[in-house]
């Protein structure tokens, strides 16, 4: 039974196939307590033979295959990959290696290092970014932040890393690029220690952003996150008009 499920949702990510099994056989070369689920989240391109072939290889073991047979969000790929984790604690990282997979080791000795694990959540925290790209995350954050009453900085920052606890307490997760803020809100909500990893961030090899890579990918994240809070702000106002509703029946 592994201690530590990585969670790499892959879309058209064919040609980065290959350097995510090499670079993830290296970081755990000597390790048998993790385990890699990666979810072929409804590719259109030669992915399923890609994958096929490598995850023959005896050295990938430490991986296995979740087949999404059609596209429904990145959020999706990710909810369908934590619920076929083997381990007690989960975490999520981009599968265009951006950011360096001992990223999520080193995150996960961070969280081992706490009193009460299960009480904290470790993200990413990005740096060597360019001005444009910092300023936009910074604004994403603040905007959050005012709009939700939590903290929340780099909300798109990966990886994420909890206690399988906590995943399953959670509620109607959305599918799509919503669903790094609805985690951290949640984790926000609860009170939870919310721990921050440096990560590096370097220019992507393979393929297209799936997010915010390009102005228009931006624009279009901005619209979907700006959209989500205001549904998390009409659940909170059914929350709090039920819960008023029931004290004033109790009284």
């Not at 997760?173 to 370097?202: C, G, T, W």
Request: some cysteine.
């Amino acid at each position: 039974m592994p201690n530590l499920s990585i969670i790499l949702p892959c879309y058209n990510e064919s040609k980065n196939i290959p350097l995510i099994f090499q670079r993830f056989g290296e970081t755990l070369a000597g390790r048998n307590d993790v385990e890699v689920v990666m979810v072929n989240n409804g590719s259109t391109d030669d992915s399923k033979d890609v994958f096929e072939k490598y995850l023959l290889i005896p050295e990938n073991a430490f991986a296995k295959l979740v087949v999404v047979d059609v596209n429904r969000g990145y959020g999706y790929g990710i909810l369908m990959g934590l619920k076929a984790a083997s381990s007690k604690t989960l975490a999520w990282t981009h599968a265009d290696m951006q950011t360096d997979p001992n990223d999520v080791l080193l995150s996960y000795d961070l969280f081992q290092k706490q009193g009460n694990p299960d009480q904290c959540l470790v993200k990413g925290s990005r740096k060597g970014r360019n001005l444009v790209d910092a300023f936009f995350t910074w604004g994403m954050g603040a905007i959050s932040s005012f709009a939700l009453g939590v903290r929340l900085r780099d909300i798109n920052a990966q990886p994420k890393l909890f206690c399988r606890s906590f995943f399953e307490s959670l509620d109607d997760p959305p599918y799509d690029f919503s669903l790094d803020l609805y985690i951290l809100y949640k984790a926000a909500r609860r009170n939870m220690r919310i721990l921050e990893q440096p990560v590096h961030f370097v220019r992507r090899l393979y393929g297209e952003a799936k997010g915010g890579g390009t102005m228009k990918g931006k624009i279009k994240l901005i619209w979907r996150t700006w959209s989500y809070i205001f549904t998390l702000r009409r659940r909170i106002a059914s929350v709090n008009m039920n819960r008023k509703q029931k004290n004033d029946e109790g009284k």
